[in-house]
Nanobody, 119 residues
């Protein structure tokens, strides 16, 4: 049974920082890509960032480049999203997702964690 659990969301003022975590159970992240997505009310879910587990190759949406950093801890089987210089437009529910390296679709999803940035 594969389960992804996000944590670390909360309320922060503009310019502040938060670190989101995603922990996998049932299997390791080895051989997978892991990504972060977000969805604000009334908007479609959008890609935020991703990482290849072993190579630690990261990719970021243009809207968060230079502000968000994705990393992983192999021993803890955990992925992190460090968010700095937060803006009100970053407000959304953030979801962790994972897929096998060669898979077309993101196969596994967490339930999300709320990030709210006040102006």
């Amino acid at each position: 049974q594969v389960q992804l659990v996000e944590s670390g969301g909360g309320l922060v003022q503009a310019g502040g920082s938060l670190r989101l975590s995603c922990v996998a159970s049932g299997r390791t992240f080895a051989g997978c890509d892991v990504g972060w997505f977000r969805q604000a009310p009334g908007n479609e879910r959008e890609f935020v960032a991703s990482i290849r587990w072993f190579a630690t190759i990261t990719n970021y949406a243009n809207s968060v480049k230079g502000r968000f950093t994705m990393s992983r801890d192999n021993a803890k089987n955990t992925v992190y999203l460090q968010m700095t210089s937060l803006k009100p437009e970053d407000t959304a529910v953030y979801y962790c997702a994972a897929k096998f390296r060669a898979a077309t679709l993101w196969d596994y999803w967490g339930q999300g964690t709320q990030v709210t940035v006040s102006s």
